[in-house]
């Protein structure tokens, strides 16, 4: 109502998050799963001149690698941070969300941040972190 957004944690690499994130529920869908169902029934489709993403997103880290989960319904950004210094790679974007890559926002913070401190250094960094990006999801 506020025209602003939030970001639901549903699949984080923390050690301890598949116990719970990949824990089944009565219906055998797993608890990640259910969060990603639900972020996108609060962030239905909008079709049509002006479409938006909805406000409800998802964080699911770029290293947790194929959990079968189903993000085809989501309709909401998905935050996906541990790309460079975190053991992820662009090539995993893909990879994790498939045809859903289009909606991630990859976060690489750390391996930019770790070649300042100069400026020069921070935008080399980041322009090569943003050409394995669109190489990786075939953009130009």
Request: proline fraction near 6%; aromatic fraction near 2%; charge should be positive.
């Amino acid at each position: 109502r506020g025209g602003r957004g939030v970001y639901v944690l549903a699949l984080t690499s923390n050690p301890e998050g598949p116990q719970i994130q990949q824990a089944r529920s009565a219906n055998g869908r797993s608890v990640g799963q259910l969060i990603v169902n639900e972020a996108a029934r609060r962030s239905a489709v909008r079709r049509g001149p002006g479409a938006t993403l909805g406000p409800v997103g998802i964080v699911v880290g770029a290293t947790i690698g194929r959990t079968g989960t189903d993000f085809s319904a989501l309709n909401g950004s998905i935050l996906s941070p541990g790309i460079g210094a975190q053991g992820g790679s662009a090539a995993d974007i893909p990879a994790v969300f498939g045809e859903a890559s289009r909606f991630v926002l990859p976060s690489s913070s750390r391996e930019v941040m770790s070649a300042g401190p100069t400026h020069a250094a921070l935008q080399r960094a980041a322009t090569q972190v943003l050409g394995e990006m669109k190489a990786a999801l075939g953009l130009r």
